[in-house]
Antibody, heavy 119, light 109 residues
Framework: QVQLVQSGAEVKKPGASVKVSCKASGYTFTSYGISWVRQAPGQGLEWMGWISAYNGNTNYAQKLQGRVTMTTDTSTSTAYMELRSLRSDDTAVYYC????????????WGQGTLVTVSS | EIVLTQSPGTLSLSPGERATLSCRASQSVSSSYLAWYQQKPGQAPRLLIYGASSRATGIPDRFSGSGSGTDFTLTISRLEPEDFAVYYCQQYGSSTGFTFGPGTKVDIK
């Protein structure tokens, strides 16, 4: 069965960086993309970007351009999202999700990773 | 940039009732790229509907999606206790990626 397992919760200080991992299993990793979506406490869903696990192509949300980097390691079927220059409003649950090329939706999701930014 | 608006913000209904949720786009959206998700407290979202009207794997047939252009609807024909949750619509654009609506909360009356 398809599973996306994310790394554990993080607490970071303002200005620091965080790197969240998302290990995929149960499907051919390189046949799909991975999107990252975050959700601030009590708020809605915000798309952060997408990476092709096939060729590494990326598409980032404009508001995060320059602060976010998404990568994949096909040898371990793991996707990574790094966010730099953290601010308090980056406090959120961060989700990875699988994206089929054919229908371009988030069809399977990780369990989420809480990132807290606090001094 | 396409903006999605969902209404109502909160829908208070009883189990067994019909729920009708609306998603309106600021400009025309390809039906192929309109999806609906369900999210329960403390859980990740779950894909319900893609391509405006196709149910995702394992989704009960009480959930249905319809619409085109700028107006889309998610209907839950008879609410079950496990259906009380927040529902998000989402559209995809090649340059802008995913855009989510603000969500509709369906709670127990």
């Amino acid at each position: 069965q398809v599973q996306l397992v994310q790394s554990g919760a993080e607490v970071k200080k303002p200005g620091a960086s965080v790197k969240v991992s998302c290990k995929a299993s149960g499907y051919t990793f390189t046949s799909y993309g991975i999107s990252w979506v975050r959700q601030a406490p009590g708020q809605g869903l915000e798309w952060m970007g997408w990476i092709s696990a096939y060729n590494g192509n990326t598409n980032y949300a404009q508001k995060l351009q320059g602060r976010v980097t998404m990568t994949t390691d096909t040898s371990t079927s793991t996707a990574y999202m790094e966010l730099r220059s953290l601010r308090s409003d980056d406090t959120a649950v961060y989700y990875c999700a699988r994206v089929p090329r054919s229908i371009v939706v988030a069809d399977y999701w990780g369990q989420g990773t809480l990132v807290t930014v606090s001094s | 940039e396409i903006v999605l608006t969902q209404s109502p913000g909160t829908l208070s209904l009883s189990p067994g009732e019909r729920a009708t949720l609306s998603c309106r786009a600021s400009q025309s959206v390809s039906s192929s790229y309109l999806a609906w998700y369900q999210q329960k407290p403390g859980q990740a979202p779950r894909l319900l509907i893609y391509g405006a009207s196709s149910r995702a794997t394992g989704i009960p047939d009480r959930f249905s999606g319809s619409g085109s252009g700028t107006d889309f609807t998610l209907t839950i024909s008879r609410l079950e206790p496990e259906d009380f949750a927040v529902y998000y619509c989402q559209q995809y654009g090649s340059s802008t990626g995913f855009t989510f609506g603000p969500g509709t909360k369906v709670d127990i009356k």
